[in-house]
């Protein structure tokens, strides 16, 4: 069922726009179990009204959300946590070991992002990022699990995208909540049968080995579906993760060939960008190249800035063991 308020994606799994740039970009998701309910991503502080409409049509009260769940602290993903604690005082809110701080003291998160957007594209994109009290978190270590009911919920680390990443297996639905480590799929591009999917490899921590060491990690359990924060469900796990591998391979294959190159992230930018319209065109020849590039000019600004601070870690490294220091 798919309505303005939210998507049924079965198995008690609701999908929810998070109003997030566009419609359609980022979105969380509802999971109920009976009388109990997680919410998994948190969108931004714009998001919060999106989740009570979808509750309040589901006619799902505020006292049965039990978790609160980002998979990593960049902020489309967890800026929204604050508030939704405040809202939802029965909920702990379920991270990262490694983002619980960024919860607790939000400044660093906040100034890195506005370093990227500006102070007036911040405010635009975020609003204001609330505080989580530390003693209504819940840090989640590699194979922890909670419960919803009966209802098992299983956490694995998964860097790559970034070390205070993890992913969420459902066993009922066979399927992962993936944040950014299994990619971006817009349903703009390729609608809901034939999408288009993509890496996500935005800075700082990007990776390329862990990132590949993540998504092998998440095939290991042969999942059905995959559901993405960009954006929404997917389908045929084993081919889409084929097609991020050889991606990554492709990105760290730039990095490699510009690595000692003036103006290096804008080159990288320009590569990927060939690359990754050449790849939608091949396989969507139908599609408009100018909406394609409005469509994902961020995501290759965003991409190409974490690829040149991975090559530039590499070039660091390299001059450190050649120079014996």
């Known amino acids: 069922m798919i309505n303005d308020k939210y ?5 008690g799994i609701y999908c929810i ?5 566009c419609p359609g970009n980022a979105c969380c ?3 109920v179990e009976d009388n109990e309910i997680a919410i998994i991503e948190t969108g931004t502080v714009f998001t919060v009204e999106g989740i009570e409409e979808a509750l ?16 990593h602290v960049h902020l489309d993903h967890a800026g929204g946590a604050g508030v939704l604690m405040q809202k939802y005082t029965n909920a702990q809110l ?4 490694r983002g619980a701080k960024h919860m607790i003291n939000p400044d660093k998160l906040v100034a890195g992002s506005k370093a990227v957007y500006g102070e007036k594209k911040f405010r635009e994109l975020y609003g204001e990022v609330v505080p989580v009290p530390e003693y209504r978190m819940l840090t989640m270590q590699d194979r922890d699990k909670i419960y919803l009911k009966k209802r098992i919920l299983e956490f694995r680390h998964t860097p790559g995208h970034a070390e205070h990443h993890f992913c969420i297996w459902d066993q009922v639905s ?13 349903e703009k591009l390729g609608g809901k049968q034939n999408r288009f999917i993509f890496p996500t490899t935005s800075p700082v921590q ?3 080995d862990k990132l590949l060491g993540s998504i092998d990690l998440i095939m290991k359990y042969k999942p059905k579906q995959i559901f993405l924060t960009h954006f929404s469900v997917i389908k045929e796990p084993a081919k889409q993760a084929k097609i991020l591998r050889e991606q990554i391979e492709s990105y760290r294959k730039i990095a490699i060939e510009l690595r000692f190159s003036s103006n290096r992230e804008q080159k ?5 960008k060939v690359m990754t319209i050449s790849n939608i065109v091949s396989k969507l020849p139908c599609y408009d190249i100018k909406m394609v590039e409005n469509l994902l000019e961020l995501d290759f600004k965003l991409n190409a800035q974490g690829i040149d601070i991975w090559i530039s870690k590499q070039n660091e490294k390299n001059k450190k063991i050649s120079t014996g220091k």
């Open 7 to 11: 998507t049924n994606l079965n198995d």
């Open 17 to 21: 726009d998070a109003r997030y740039i």
């Open 29 to 31: 998701y509802l999971i």
């Open 56 to 71: 309040h049509h589901l006619s799902l009260n505020k006292e049965m959300v039990r978790y609160i769940i980002p998979t």
């Open 94 to 97: 379920v991270i990262h070991p």
């Open 174 to 186: 066979q399927g992962w909540f993936s944040g950014d480590t299994f990619g971006i799929s817009y």
């Open 206 to 208: 990007f990776d390329p």
């Open 268 to 272: 990288i930018f320009n590569a990927i």
